[in-house]
């Protein structure tokens, strides 16, 4: 298996339902499919407001990031909201 090309999604300092809409959505682009086509929920991967109280709103924390995997990809979210998604090719 091959790791295949990186997908970037800044997000805005926003509620963590945005963060968790983000996340989905860039997931969903990296694999060509439909957003309603994951075949995962994020929530039994990640606690999304924990991730979000994590990564902070100041500047001390610009440093954190959180990764995870998530429906066969890998998936990088960095303090200021931009969330990184890299796949494996099958």
Sequence with gaps: MAITGTNTTPIPENSSDE???RIVSAVAERRGVDVDDVDARLNDVVDVDALDALLGHRAADAGRS????LAGVEILVTADRTVLVTGVEE
């Design 19 to 21: 963060l968790c809409y």
């Design 66 to 69: 959180v990764s995870f995997s």
